[in-house]
């Protein structure tokens, strides 16, 4: 008998998925511990595109599931993944902060038949191990490499560089070489710092005794970058006119109230800054202000995620709200639109998007609070790093 | 030349820092026999007190430091009456699950209560800027932050050689029950330590924000940063302390300086040397 009960529920479950169906949508990301911050950002981007756009595609219902891996921890991430393809159902993965939290689910991608569409995770190789990746975020050279030209121009052609020691440091240490040496510059000396450096003035002495003009530096954002921008004001480097570059992590809008005036006139180039001047970005930041609580905590992740929920609800929309991971993936290939950071684009190749650069400058705003200003565009940057990897 | 001068001056910042932060974690742990694992979490509250006194109520910066030092104490006082009193003399096990339990609690209460971003605590005008040394510059909070440590150093180890007080605290230390049979009130002089140990690690807390900033994830971030400095000085000694400081904070400055990326190799392995040579660090004394 209880069988039988079973069988016919299981079988009205089944002729119900046919009609209205709710789409399942797994993000992983940092929701607790020291970068749940960023997992938060995460959430206040899909919470104010859903506000935006409705919870609905068609007559599908879209149910996000989150689950939390608070540090880069690439076993768990695969784990959960599974778990969120083979138990959730989910019919989408997306999210994931750590390079090495994504590259650990992209061998799940095919068999799951599941699309992957990044939020953050910013080294260039991600898009190459699976083609069911589409990234909507940006990767560290694509932010870097502007920058290099930037320093040229303000006529500096000797620049010390100096990364944290990891991928994302290194990346950025190879894109301001390459991009710097492009422009006739010359990187004098790199130094590689270990990630957990507190006190940065030994660092800052090298960086005067190397004889640079300039320094290119970058940090993960967080505690760290707030030693680094003030050792670089005390210990006379700003009065010495040693100039500073940096791709926008150094300078993201949830440090900004710390760094202060420390970090007043430092230029960065990034792909999005929260004082962008554009109408979506203000309905953007308006929704998702909202949804993080705390409009001062608001930072790039969310962009991120929320032009992720944008490219798959047009994935949805495509599919008719079948599961088709490849299908899915087709139809975004070239997809164009105006995201709260500007014009961007699917790049049909490699499947990361192309967006404008911007070279934004801290400023101090008529309320005494700082922000990014931004004072020029680069336009339509693709992603160099790939190149580089061939 | 310069350069040694240089890297010489940046030890000497950065392991005073380093002996302001970590004082407090070697007294609970030498004089207590606690593994206060919440040293860190203490250090965070003063922090955000200070934080939260100057920046938001617009408190001078000197009256932000004590605010934060009592406080903290404060604060830390049914906490030390309902947890730590059950741990005192407990086997170490126990009292570091107890204390890493608190620290968790208190990082989820202020990440809740002030939110995951930094704060810093904003320096008076005097304290801003750096003061020339002739052949470098050298931000002026950090001699500040030496003369902090100077002068924690000298009035603890006062207080601890030639005070009544200190004679009572070595005593309950060395032997709570003879102590206590002798006339020594052993639970008023654990509360007083206690307090003190906490006001040092709020106050090392606020004093060092410059170079930790407080965030939520500050009490596990700098934890082993503190129990090297307390295992390689000797638990409880405070010139043993003094010296670890000075000694690992040369020793890191010149890796640092020298060869970036070795990272922490030097560090480490400094640490490693000494614990080898010193078990009970440099000037720890044997159990008795």
Same mark, same amino acid.
């Given at each position: ?20 169906d ?26 104010a595109?859903?506000?935006?756009n ?11 599931i ?7 921890d690439?076993?768990q991430s ?8 083979? $138990? ?10 750590f ?13 799951a038949? !599941?699309?992957?569409?990044i ?21 560290t ?16 052609s000797?620049?010390?560089s100096?990364?944290?020691?990891? %991928?994302p440091?290194?990346d ?12 006739? %510059?010359?990187v ?27 320094v ?6 967080g505690?760290?970058t ?11 480097l ?33 792909h999005?800054?929260v ?17 993080i609580?705390?409009?001062a905590?608001?930072?790039f ?9 944008h490219?798959i609800y ?12 490849q ?5 975004v ?15 049909p ?12 400058? !801290?400023?101090?705003?008529d309320?005494g ?12 940057q ?6 580089a990897?061939? | ?5 240089s ?8 392991g005073? !820092?380093?002996?302001?932060?970590s004082? %407090?974690?070697?007294v ?8 206060n ?7 965070m ?11 938001d109520?617009?408190?001078a910066?000197?009256f932000?430091?004590?605010?934060? !030092? ?10 030390? $009456? ?31 209560v ?14 801003? %800027?750096?003061?020339?040394l ?13 003369l ?9 180890w006062?207080?601890?050689? $030639?005070?009544?007080f ?26 007083v ?13 606020v ?45 890191d ?16 392995l ?9 078990? $009970? ?8």
């Amino acid at each position: 008998m209880k069988r039988t009960i079973l069988a016919a529920l299981a079988a009205l479950a089944m002729s119900g998925a046919a009609y209205a169906d709710t789409i399942k949508i797994g993000v992983v990301g940092p929701f607790s511990g020291p970068f749940a911050l960023q997992g938060k950002n995460f959430k206040a981007g899909i919470d104010a595109y859903m506000a935006v756009n409705g919870s609905k595609v068609g007559d599908d219902d879209i149910e996000i599931i989150y689950r939390d891996v608070p540090q880069a921890d690439p076993a768990q991430s695969k784990a959960l993944a599974q778990e969120l393809v083979v $138990r959730e159902g989910v019919q989408y993965l997306a999210g994931f902060y750590f390079t090495p939290d994504a590259m650990a689910v992209t061998p799940l991608l095919e068999q799951a038949n !599941v699309p992957l569409v990044i939020m953050n995770a910013a080294t260039s190789a991600i898009v190459t191990k699976s083609p069911l990746v589409v990234r909507t975020s940006f990767t560290t050279w694509q932010t870097s490499t502007p920058i290099a030209k930037v320093a040229k121009d303000a006529g500096v052609s000797k620049v010390i560089s100096v990364v944290s020691d990891y %991928g994302p440091g290194v990346d950025a240490e190879n894109a301001f070489k390459a991009g710097f040496e492009a422009a006739g %510059g010359e990187v004098v000396e790199a130094i590689r710092m270990p990630l957990a450096t507190n006190d940065f003035s030994p660092i800052m002495q090298r960086i005067k005794d190397s004889g640079a003009e300039g320094v290119f530096a970058f940090l993960p954002s967080g505690p760290t970058t707030l030693g680094f921008v003030k050792a670089y004001n005390e210990n006379g480097l700003k009065s010495g006119g040693i100039k500073f570059f940096a791709p926008g992590d150094l300078t993201q809008e949830s440090d900004l109230p710390a760094l202060g005036e420390a970090a007043l006139g430092v230029q960065t180039t990034f792909h999005y800054a929260v004082s962008h001047v554009s109408p979506e970005n203000k309905a953007f930041v308006e929704a998702a202000s909202k949804a993080i609580g705390n409009p001062a905590e608001l930072s790039f992740p969310s962009v991120g995620a929320y032009d992720g929920m944008h490219v798959i609800y047009k994935m949805i929309e495509a599919t008719g709200g079948e599961q088709d991971a490849q299908k899915a993936v087709d139809a975004v290939k070239g997809l164009s639109w105006t995201s709260p950071r500007g014009p961007v684009s699917i790049d049909p190749e490699s499947r990361h998007i192309t967006q404008n650069i911007y070279l934004r400058e !801290v400023a101090k705003a008529d309320d005494g609070t700082y922000y990014n200003k931004e004072v020029q565009t680069f336009e339509k940057q693709g992603d160099p790093g790939l190149a580089a990897l061939k | 030349m310069q350069t040694v001068f240089s890297i010489a001056i940046d030890a000497l910042a950065y392991g005073m !820092v380093l002996f302001v932060i970590s004082i %407090g974690l070697s007294v609970t742990m030498g004089l207590m026999r606690v593994v206060n694992l919440a040293h860190g979490a203490f250090a965070m509250i003063g922090g955000y007190i200070a934080s939260y006194a100057a920046r938001d109520l617009g408190l001078a910066y000197g009256f932000a430091i004590v605010l934060a !030092v009592f406080g903290t104490i404060l604060i830390a006082i049914p906490i030390e $009456r309902l947890l730590y009193r059950r741990i005192y003399g407990a086997p170490e096990l126990t009292q570091v699950l107890m204390t890493i339990g608190i620290t968790f609690c208190i990082i989820g209460i202020a990440n809740y209560v002030f939110g995951p971003t930094l704060k810093t605590v904003p320096l008076p005008a005097q304290l801003q %800027g750096s003061v020339d040394l002739g052949f470098r510059a050298i931000a002026t909070h950090r001699l500040f932050a030496i003369l902090c440590g100077l002068a924690v150093a000298a009035a603890l180890w006062y207080a601890i050689e $030639r005070t009544a007080f200190g004679v009572k605290l070595r005593a309950s230390v060395d032997n709570a029950a003879m102590a206590a049979a002798l006339g020594v009130r052993t639970e008023i002089v654990y509360a007083v330590s206690f307090a003190v140990a906490v006001g040092l690690s709020a106050f090392g807390g606020v004093v060092g924000a410059e170079l930790l900033p407080v965030e939520p994830y500050y009490a596990l971030r700098y934890m082993v940063t503190f129990l090297v400095v307390v295992s390689v000085g000797g638990a409880g000694s405070i010139p043993g302390a003094l010296v670890a400081c000075l000694l690992l904070g040369g020793i890191d400055t010149t890796g640092r300086y020298l060869m970036p990326e070795f990272g922490e190799f030097f560090f480490y392995l400094a640490v490693i040397a000494i614990i080898c040579v010193f078990p $009970r660090g440099l000037a720890g004394r044997a159990k008795g």
